[in-house]
């Protein structure tokens, strides 16, 4: 028996935006994390400001690999919505 397999191009395309949305927050947030990072340590020295500033880079770190990843899945989200769509007029256009 033989499934029938279909795409929602809209939710497709949703998805695309809400990864492009969140993106942009993630963006927001690293920025104010960042700021409020950079005050305290114009006034915090010692072994617990060394420690924070080097768990702060490991954060960054994590951040900028999770927003690359994202970058990367929407990417490729965008691209399948084109394919899919491609393919759904080019079959329309054969078999009318």
């Not at 990864?19 to 409020?36: G, H, M, R």
């Not at 927003?67 to 691209?79: D, G, I, K, Q, S």
Request: aromatic share 8%; charged share 25%.
């Amino acid at each position: 028996m033989s499934r029938r397999y279909t795409v929602d191009l809209e939710a497709l395309s949703h998805f695309a935006d809400r990864l492009a949305k969140f993106t942009a927050s993630a963006e927001q947030i690293a920025a104010a994390v960042d700021q409020c990072i950079a005050e305290l340590h114009g006034s915090w020295l010692g072994r617990g400001a060394d420690a924070e500033r080097e768990y702060h880079q490991r954060w960054v770190a994590a951040d900028k690999q999770m927003r690359e990843a994202l970058t990367e899945l929407r990417t490729n989200v965008e691209r399948a919505h084109r394919n899919y769509d491609g393919v759904a007029q080019h079959n329309t256009a054969m078999w009318p």
